[in-house]
């Protein structure tokens, strides 16, 4: 099984500024299989990024994705409040697996 | 508009069984792969099974397998997840989640229903 882990785990910043969101692999992720999902409290997970780097339906262009292999970023580019919740990376390789989550937090 | 609609979760002694369902609407549901994704209190978000779209594909994960059943009826737009012999880390808030077509992603979820295991 691929184990996902994701740093920091917490992460404080303002709104305005640059958010850099780390998922690691613990071997190769086939053909891109990773995803990255928001979370805020108390609501289910969103679909954000998919394919490594396309963004779901709906999400704005402040979110991006880069990666491949091993290494994966989820960067949000100029943070707004709506933006401070958990993240979490997913990868599909035998099975379907999550990373451990980043909370982004207002500093 | 893509809605999930979970529902059967509840208070169950560890030993005992629970059905939940999760009806669907807004997207040619039989097309479709359905899932279940967990999360325990406080804690991350962990898959725990899926079926393809005609029903005759079954996953699950390895700490369910053989206790959970998962199944749909593509008559009701219904996905169910039959969940025996409980244990107290079976406590979770279940989502349903549609997957993406052709894509190991789930690009909508239900708003979750809460299994409680304890004595």
């Known amino acids: 099984e691929i184990v996902l882990t994701q740093s920091p785990g917490t992460l404080s910043l303002s709104p305005g500024e640059r958010a850099t969101l780390s998922c690691r692999a613990s071997?190769?992720?086939?053909?891109?299989?990773l995803a990255w999902y928001q979370q805020k409290s108390g609501q289910a997970p969103r679909l954000l990024i998919y394919?490594?780097?396309s963004r779901a339906t709906g999400i704005p262009d402040r979110f991006s994705g880069t990666g491949s292999g091993t290494d994966f970023t989820l960067t949000i580019s100029r943070l707004d409040p709506e933006d401070f919740a958990v993240y979490y990376c997913?990868?599909?390789?035998?099975?379907?697996?999550f990373g451990q989550g980043t909370k982004l937090e207002v500093k | 508009e893509v809605q999930l609609l979970e529902s059967g979760g509840g208070l169950v002694q560890p030993g005992g069984s629970l059905r939940l369902s999760c009806a669907a609407s807004g997207f040619t549901f039989a097309s479709y792969a359905m899932h279940w994704v967990r999360q325990a209190p406080g804690k991350g978000l962990e898959w725990v099974s899926g079926i393809s779209g005609g029903g005759d594909i079954t996953y699950y994960a390895d700490s369910v397998r053989g206790r959970f059943t998962i199944s749909r009826d593509n008559s009701k737009n219904t996905v169910y997840l039959q969940m025996n012999s409980l244990r107290a880390e079976d406590t979770a808030i279940y989502y349903c989640?549609?997957?993406?077509?052709?894509?190991?992603?789930?690009?909508?979820w239900g708003q979750g229903t809460l299994v409680t295991v304890s004595s």
């Open positions: 394919g490594a780097s």
């Open positions: 997913q990868q599909y390789g035998s099975s379907y697996t």
């Open positions: 989640a549609k997957k993406m077509s052709a894509r190991p992603y789930f690009d909508y």
């Open positions: 071997q190769s992720v086939s053909s891109s299989y």
